[in-house]
């Protein structure tokens, strides 16, 4: 299973790209069983998802699901929620080397994500990464290309893309950063 055949699936899909659809192709892609979705009390100060790897056995959530599964923040509003799960549901795509699965590598990775200077762990880096790939699958290409041309006109704003994607308004600018197609290439070229 690789990024590049999702991020290759979803261009031939129109937006408002549905989140079980997305599920629905890892699921066949990877081969790996069910995902499942749970929604809890979280602090989203810190925190609005994670996810769960079936291998994960120990977890009473997977343990009560029997399999992997996408934990979300209740009271989410539908925007954060579906990029919250679809940015989840990248890790399907770690390396079991990236993987938060012990308290002392999930307190490394957030001390990562916060600005110092030192390099980051395989697991903050899976974070970023997932955060791109989210973007990636939610907005095909040539709808993102339309977007931009539209923003620069001034005939849509990044309330009206968020809208149309169903996504964060916040994460709307970062689909037209000079490095976004660098970064989605980079990530596609990984997970091949």
């Given amino acids: 299973m690789t990024f590049s055949q999702l991020y290759d699936h979803c261009q031939t899909l129109l937006p408002k790209i549905k989140r079980n659809d997305l599920k629905d192709k890892v699921i066949e892609l990877s081969c790996r069983g069910k995902i499942r ?54 890790h399907h795509f770690d390396d079991p080397a990236e993987a938060s699965d012990s308290g002392d ?43 931009d041309a539209e923003r620069r006109a001034g005939r849509l704003d990044d309330y009206a893309i968020a809208l149309q994607l169903r996504i964060p308004q916040v994460y709307v600018h970062r689909l037209f950063e000079d490095q976004y197609l660098k970064n989605i290439e980079k990530y596609r070229e990984m997970n091949k």
């Fill in 37 to 90: 979705t749970m929604k809890t009390t979280l602090d989203v100060a810190s925190c609005r998802g994670f996810y769960l790897s079936a291998g994960n056995c120990d977890h009473q959530f997977v343990k009560q699901h029997g399999s992997t599964v996408i934990v979300l923040a209740r009271g989410l509003n539908p925007c954060w929620e579906r990029f919250v799960f679809t940015k989840e549901l990248m």
């Fill in 105 to 147: 590598k999930f307190e490394r990775m957030l001390e990562d994500l916060v600005p110092g200077g030192r390099e980051r762990s395989p697991q903050a880096d899976s974070e970023v990464a997932c955060f791109w790939m989210a973007l990636a699958v939610l907005c095909p290409e040539s709808y993102r290309k339309k977007f």
